[in-house]
Antibody, heavy 117, light 110 residues
Framework: QVQLVESGGGVVQPGRSLRLSCAAS????????MHWVRQAPGKGLEWVAV????????YYADSVRGRFTISRDNSKNTLYLQMNSLRAEDTAVYYC??????????WGQGTLVTVSS | QSVLTQPPSASGTPGQRVTVSCSGS????????VNWYQQLPGTAPKLLIY???QRPSGVPDRFSGSKSGTSASLAISGLQSEDEADYYC???????????FGGGTKLTVL
């Protein structure tokens, strides 16, 4: 069965960096696009970034472009999100999700990132 | 302010049919397929409808989706208490080059 397990969340000070990971299993990771989606406490879903199956294309939300970098290691079945220059408004649960054909199919359980001094 | 507009709340009694609307523009819903997600309290979102009207395996046929022009709708028939959740629409926006979500609709089963 498909499993996505996010890790790397925690409490971080504004301006610092954090790297999230999403370990995938149960499907052919290298053939799927992958997304990061976040949800601030009590708020709705916000798309963050997408990376194509082979890493050849990446797109970002305006709110994170230039600060966040999505990447993947298909040999390790792992998706990453490098988050730099973190702000209070980046506080959220971060989910990774698979993309077989222009939709978010399977989702992980999420990892909480709290940006606070 | 979300690019896609959903009503913040909806409600119905058990057995009723309810619909949730999602309004966009020519650059998003008007050009691309719409997907719907269900988020039960305290859990991760789950894919409910993809490509406007397709149901993933395991999703009851009580849930249906449709799209017309720059709007989409999610219909839930035979409402059940376990349908109480937040529902989100999403699609790609060709002008912004980003994925966009609706603000979400909180469905209450009375």
């Amino acid at each position: 069965q498909v499993q996505l397990v996010e890790s790397g969340g925690g409490v971080v000070q504004p301006g610092r960096s954090l790297r999230l990971s999403c370990a995938a299993s149960g499907f052919t990771f290298r053939t799927y696009g992958m997304h990061w989606v976040r949800q601030a406490p009590g708020k709705g879903l916000e798309w963050v970034a997408v990376i194509w199956y082979d890493g050849s294309n990446k797109y970002y939300a305006d709110s994170v472009r230039g600060r966040f970098t999505i990447s993947r290691d298909n040999s390790k079945n792992t998706l990453y999100l490098q988050m730099n220059s973190l702000r209070a408004e980046d506080t959220a649960v971060y989910y990774c999700a698979t993309d077989p054909d222009d939709y978010f199919d399977y989702w992980g359980q999420g990892t909480l990132v709290t940006v606070s001094s | 302010q979300s690019v896609l507009t959903q009503p913040p709340s909806a409600s119905g009694t058990p057995g009723q049919r309810v619909t949730v609307s999602c309004s966009g523009s020519s650059s998003n819903i008007g050009s691309n397929t719409v997907n719907w997600y269900q988020q039960l309290p305290g859990t991760a979102p789950k894919l409910l409808i993809y490509s406007n009207h397709q149901r993933p395996s395991g999703v009851p046929d009580r849930f249906s989706g449709s799209k017309s022009g720059t709007s989409a709708s999610l219909a839930i028939s035979g409402l059940q208490s376990e349908d109480e959740a937040d529902y989100y629409c999403a699609t790609w926006d060709d002008s912004l080059n980003v994925w966009v979500f609706g603000g979400g609709t909180k469905l209450t089963v009375l």
